[in-house]
């Protein structure tokens, strides 16, 4: 049998759009058996939404595509998954699932392709890689794509950091949420994201959390995507002052993260209270760094 586990991922981080991401230790987990017809079975999160064996499948849609850029045919198998990612919720459950199937297939054709590929082929199926790299490899990371190949940096996240993430009980796909960002930015918006997303990495590098709060603060997609989330400048005051360093947006969302020194309970309540307040019911996690990425035993 072959296990597949891969972390969930809060991408952007406020100031890092389809740049920064955090591998979290919450996992979609494939187990894999040789059989005579391919078949899935689910447990946990998103059940109903992942019960097919067909292309809609992002396990299977990584697998086969793995097999075929190989030019080989991919095996029957059965699939057991154990999924703890909420989907549709802006913590990279589909990245997650592609990921699975690709490492799936890339360890059954004994490691044909290089992990900078494998890393391309992921990021190409999701069109962005701020979730695909993290998760591919651990901890918190920062991507650039420069002329169509995909770079990146890992930055070691403080363990004392408790991530704190509201996810509200509605999915927002991230096409909704894409659909609604502005074609260009001003100077001088980006130069302000810039600054914050710099200020960000320099402060988690530097363990001085003093700006993360104002760093966070994205100006140039959390105000268009906002609308979708029902008190979420509530939210995000709440948390603040509940004692959080910093709060934003997860990935797409409609989940939002906090990170948190000190008193993450109190956090965690305070962002599902204001929610409620707005008629809108969570579920909090309470979550540490993943500083493995995919792993395959
Ligand atoms: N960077 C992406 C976005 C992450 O915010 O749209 C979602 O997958």
Request: proline share 5%; hydrophobic share 40%.
């Given at each position: ?10 991408a ?19 187990e894999?058996?040789?059989a ?17 064996a ?16 190989a ?44 992990p ?35 770079y ?30 502005p ?26 959390f ?5 760093a ?5 997609y ?37 990170f ?13 209270e ?24």
């Amino acid at each position: 049998m072959i296990t597949v586990r891969v972390p969930a991922t809060s991408a952007n981080l406020g100031p890092g759009f389809d740049t920064l991401g955090l591998a979290l230790d919450l996992f979609l987990t494939v187990e894999a058996v040789s059989a005579p017809t391919t078949s899935c079975q689910f447990y946990g999160e998103g059940k109903h939404q992942l019960d097919s064996a067909d292309n809609t499948n992002l396990i299977l849609s990584g697998l086969n595509q793995v097999f075929q850029e190989a030019g080989e045919t991919v095996p029957t198998l059965k699939l057991t998954v154990n999924n703890q990612i909420p989907i549709g919720k802006g913590l990279g459950s589909s990245a997650a699932a592609i990921i699975a199937g690709l490492f799936l297939g890339n360890h059954l054709l004994n490691q044909h392709f290089e992990p900078e590929r494998m890393i391309k082929m992921a990021a190409d199926q999701e069109g962005h890689a701020d979730n695909a790299v993290p998760a591919i490899v651990g901890g918190l990371t920062t991507v650039m794509k420069y002329e169509e190949k995909i770079y990146y940096q890992q930055i070691k996240m403080p363990e004392n950091i408790t991530i704190i993430v509201a996810v509200p009980d509605f999915e927002l796909p991230t096409y909704k949420s894409r659909q609604v960002l502005p074609e260009t930015l001003t100077l001088a918006q980006s130069v302000a994201n810039v600054q914050k997303a710099c200020m960000l990495l320099a402060g988690i590098f530097n363990r001085d959390f003093r700006y993360m709060n104002k760093a966070m603060d994205d100006q140039i997609y959390q105000p268009y995507r906002k609308q979708f989330i029902p008190g979420f400048d509530e939210v995000l005051n709440s948390a603040g002052k509940a004692g959080a360093l910093g709060v934003a947006l997860s990935g797409a969302g409609p989940s939002i993260i906090a990170f948190a020194e000190e008193h993450p309970e109190m956090i965690g309540r305070s962002m599902a209270e204001t929610l409620a307040e707005h008629n809108v019911s969570s579920q909090i996690l309470y979550l540490k760094t993943n500083h493995t990425g995919v792993q395959i035993d």
